[in-house]
């Protein structure tokens, strides 16, 4: 009864691991089988190097390049907001705070996971953007500054409560060698514990990072929908899911090329969370075979 019991699970968690492959294969195989007939009608290199994006106009042109250059500026402002103030919470929580204070803030901190992303695209939107034109000239109404800042909060749990357990994980035999060694508190948190959890923190800042690339109700809110190649953070910008968000309103014709570009910016959308999944996975990787 045991052993039938044991194989009932076993085939479970086996079906569950098959759904989830056969799901990614799925997904796979319909950006590459959607973004085919996109990608017969306009060149790869028209795609990766025009400087316009402008499927929706009269003169079309269907450059990537405005829709990433958008998308990495809120990413990198995002990361620049999370970073900090997530490992400074993550050495707070692991290094100095008490054990109950620990318990009872992290799960507090973490419901900001949980706030619907529209919330944070209208706080940015109504109440970030207002504040930022109160002392940063030429803010405008929608900007990649204040979504990139609103996507920084959100994120920081991601990074906080991950770092955190990177840190907490660190052996108690190194902070003593420390304390051993004349070293402070400070000393001991930021020059022994933190470079040992390095490869725990850095997977958290690139699951953030993903989690900013993929990021849409904020920037489709808060950022506007102009597809500008520009680096200066005070205009307005989109980013690929915006832009995905925009055509899949139903105003496009199913099948038109129109509606195909939504499959060929899907598919570079997922070619970088995809790389930057490996890498994560590969750090982690190398962190294990470092202390095996």
């Known amino acids: 009864m045991k052993r039938s019991g044991e194989k009932v699970i076993e085939y479970g968690l086996a079906f569950s691991g098959l759904v989830t492959i056969l799901t990614t294969i799925g997904i796979i195989w319909v950006l590459i089988s959607e973004s085919w007939g996109f990608f017969r009608e306009v060149s790869l290199a028209d795609f990766l190097f025009d400087t316009e994006w402008t499927p929706l106009f009269t003169q079309k042109r269907y450059g990537i390049l405005p829709l990433l250059s958008g998308t990495f500026l809120t990413t990198i402002i995002a990361i620049f907001t999370a970073v900090p103030v997530g490992i400074i919470i993550a050495v707070y929580l692991s290094e100095y705070a008490h054990k109950n204070f620990r318990q009872t803030v992290k799960p507090i901190l973490e419901i900001l996971a949980a706030v619907p992303t529209v919330v944070y695209g209208f706080f940015a939107l109504t109440v970030v953007t207002p504040f930022l034109q109160s002392f940063i000239p030429g803010v405008g109404s929608f900007n990649a500054l204040s979504a990139g800042i609103v996507m920084g909060i959100m994120i920081i749990p991601v990074i906080s409560s991950l770092s955190e357990d990177a840190l907490y994980s660190v ?4 902070r003593e060698a420390s304390y051993g060694m004349g070293a402070t508190k ?9 470079p040992a959890a390095s490869s725990g923190i850095l997977v958290s800042i690139i699951l953030g990072i993903a ?7 904020v920037v489709a809110i808060a950022a506007g929908q102009q597809p ?7 205009e307005a ?3 690929i899911t915006a832009y995905i ?7 496009v014709e199913h099948g038109s090329m129109e509606y195909k570009t939504i499959f060929a910016a899907g598919i570079t959308l997922f070619f970088f969370t995809f790389l930057l999944n490996n890498v994560s996975f590969w750090i982690k990787k190398k962190y294990q075979e470092k202390y095996e």
């Open 171 to 174: 052996p108690k035999s190194l």
């Open 186 to 194: 400070f000393q001991t948190s930021f020059k022994v514990v933190v």
């Open 211 to 217: 989690r900013a690339i993929g990021e849409t109700m």
């Open 228 to 234: 500008t190649l520009t680096l200066d953070p005070r």
């Open 237 to 239: 910008v989109e980013t």
């Open 245 to 251: 968000v925009q055509v899949s309103l139903g105003d």
